[in-house]
């Protein structure tokens, strides 16, 4: 009988410690960002620069991503329901719209995490009023990359 109880503790035990193992998987959210650096469109070589007073929001949602803030690159979220996404880009008094079209392709992550989408920005589009143009560097946005993806060069 002492068998057996041993038997089942050490059952249920490794049950336990197997299941911990398998929930090392970090289920990272909010994958689907695209990696934005901000570049001079007045240098020879790729100079990073810092936009003040910088409000982001998606077009077609309330969503605000940026507000009243000052960095030299952002983290655009692209949808997962459909092939593009825009964004407006306010800088001061300075407006300008980004569009991104891409494809999606859904990859397998582990057992816990299920799926993700992967996705392949294949066209970027501007308004033009004070980003000079862009550049695609790297067009996959991958689940747990950490990769800028897109350079933007403001005039």
């Given at each position: ?23 090392g ?17 007045h ?11 910088l ?6 949602n ?18 997962m ?15 300008d ?14 057992g816990?995490?299920g ?8 066209t ?26 897109v350079?933007?060069?403001?005039d």
């Amino acid at each position: 009988m002492k068998n057996i109880y041993y038997l089942i503790s050490a059952i249920v035990l490794a049950v336990i410690f197997g299941r911990c193992e398998s929930m090392g998987d970090i289920c990272l959210s909010n994958q689907n960002a695209a990696q934005v650096g901000l570049y001079t469109a007045h240098s020879t070589s790729d100079k990073d620069t810092v936009l003040t007073e910088l409000y982001v929001q998606g077009v077609g949602n309330d969503s605000i991503l940026y507000e009243n803030v000052s960095t030299s690159d952002l983290f655009l979220p692209l949808a997962m329901h459909t092939d593009t996404s825009a964004f407006t880009i306010k800088v001061k008094t300075l407006l300008d719209t980004i569009w991104f079209v891409y494809k999606r392709n859904l990859d397998y992550v582990s057992g816990d995490c299920g799926f993700a989408v992967n996705i392949e920005i294949d066209t970027i589009f501007f308004t033009g009023r004070f980003i000079d143009s862009v550049a695609i560097d790297y067009p996959y946005v991958k689940y747990n990359e950490n990769i800028e993806n897109v350079k933007v060069y403001i005039d």
